[in-house]
């Protein structure tokens, strides 16, 4: 029996034995692209436990102990709804569709937070009905709306404003929100978040509970997490002077950088949530409850936790030299590196990762864009080879399309030795699903 041990950027989470085969929560990957197919997009059920769990300790130390709610928009299905009603998490949803898979995974709707920038009336009647803890209003449109729908229905909105505090954080420009440039909130520049925050006082149906403020993902810093939190309690020592109003809840957004890449250096949450903790404590004013904290990280509960499973297809070196090895997947289930220049690391399996030569990932899509992971030192490729793409828990799936129809692949979990599907592969006849047969508008037959 080969002895195994932990590798790389993950070691919690990976192992690789004396034949370099790599293994996740104690399956070869081998075996699970047998058993389930390539590409194949796998969850250690250990590390997302772990990672929450860390989450949670972080917050309990607050005081009042804060809460995490988990973005679903990093990855969510309903087997991932139900995990997280087990563990006791909160979920920040988008969508009807998030509200959806979260309510059919059996979430509890009170620990649900509603946002989006654009909320239909049809979803703002359904997370009413289904009793959302929290509906994050991003524009004035949004305010009346919720009042008008909540009075339709008669349940009163517990709400939090949703302000950009102009804190540019260091990271991609698509993945930064805290800007006054931004699409997202009201900006705390030009008074247009004092009139939110008079409208949302004075509007009937609507229980405003407090600010909220999302600053951009994959942050690695401290600082503007906690300049964040501090930029909320400035408003709302203004807010108590001029409107006798002070909320019981701060939320600061998630983006709690991840380590993609040997170069990413990702931040001690723990000590992030004591600094905001202790600015919490000192800028609430004598006689007033400090605020309860809330988080929403998505990435960090999910990213480390996923791996990516490909077969190569292909390989080739072009004139010059560089060298291609292209997979059965690409930007179809993984678009990140096309659309934002995201890095990931790849391992090749049963092969010694000490000889290296450079390789580019190519993915299978018809786009000269579609490259997973670009000159990166792999052992000798050939076609049949697995090649493990690290790090792909969050935004690859839940951004994953049919583009060039090509079905989206499937997603198990595993723990132990063990894996447990998730979501099954898409068949040819589960993504031509919805289409209709041509008819001839000539004949008349249009509706
Ligand atoms: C409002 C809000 N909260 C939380 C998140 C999650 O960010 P991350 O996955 O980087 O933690 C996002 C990401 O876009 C967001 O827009």
């Known amino acids: 029996m080969p002895s195994a041990r932990r590798i790389g950027l993950f070691p919690d989470t990976y192992t690789i034995d004396d034949r370099y085969h790599i293994s996740i929560g104690g399956l070869p990957i081998r075996q699970l692209a047998q058993e389930f197919g390539t590409p194949l997009y796998v969850l250690d059920y250990e590390t997302l436990r772990h990672r929450i769990r860390s989450f949670q300790q972080a917050l309990q130390d607050m005081n009042p102990p804060g809460q995490a709610f988990y973005a679903g928009k990093a990855f969510l299905t309903k087997a991932m709804a139900g995990f997280l009603e087990q563990q006791h998490m909160g ?72 302000l950009t505090p102009g804190i540019e954080a260091h990271t991609h420009a698509f993945i930064q929100t805290g800007q006054f440039d931004s699409k997202f909130g009201f900006a705390m520049q030009d008074g247009i978040h ?55 809840v701060v939320d600061i957004g998630g983006g709690f950088g991840v380590q993609y890449g040997p170069d990413d250096d990702p931040p001690q949450v723990s000590r992030i949530l004591a600094r905001v903790n202790d600015a919490m404590q000192r800028m609430t004013p004598h006689g007033y409850a400090v605020p309860t904290v809330f988080i929403e990280p998505g990435r960090a509960i999910v990213a480390e936790a996923g791996v990516t499973i490909y077969q190569v297809g292909a390989t080739k070196t072009v004139p010059g030299g560089k060298r291609y090895a292209a997979v059965d997947g690409g930007m179809g289930d993984n678009i990140r590196p096309a659309l934002y220049q995201a890095s990931y690391t790849a391992q090749v399996d049963g092969k010694n990762p000490e000889d290296r030569a450079l390789y580019t990932i190519a993915g299978r899509y018809c786009e000269s864009g579609d490259i997973l992971v670009k000159d990166i030192p792999l052992p000798p490729i050939e076609p049949g080879d697995y090649v493990v793409v690290f790090g792909t828990g969050a935004y690859n799936f839940a951004m994953a399309s049919n ?39 000539e004949e008349g037959l249009w509706r």
């Open 91 to 162: 979920l920040d949803v988008v969508s009807g569709g998030e509200l959806y898979t979260a309510l059919e995974g059996g979430m509890n709707p009170s620990r649900i937070i509603f946002h989006g920038n654009v909320k239909t009336d049809e979803e703002i009647r359904f997370g009413l009905l289904r009793g959302v803890g929290y509906f994050v209003v991003d524009s004035l449109a949004e305010l009346e709306a919720i009042s008008r729908i909540a009075k339709e229905v008669d349940k009163p909105a517990p709400i939090l404003l949703r």
């Open 403 to 441: 583009y060039n129809r090509v079905p989206r692949p499937a997603v198990v979990l595993v723990y132990n030795g063990q894996a447990s599907l998730w979501v099954k592969r898409e068949s040819y006849e589960d993504m031509a699903h919805n289409d209709l047969p041509w008819q001839d508008p």
């Open 194 to 248: 004092e009139v939110a925050l008079q409208r949302a006082l004075t509007l009937p149906y609507l229980e405003l509970k407090g600010f909220h403020a999302h600053i951009g993902s994959q942050i690695f810093d401290e600082d503007p997490f906690v300049h964040n939190a501090q930029r909320l309690m400035e408003f709302m020592h203004d807010a108590l002077e001029r409107y006798h109003y002070w909320p019981e």
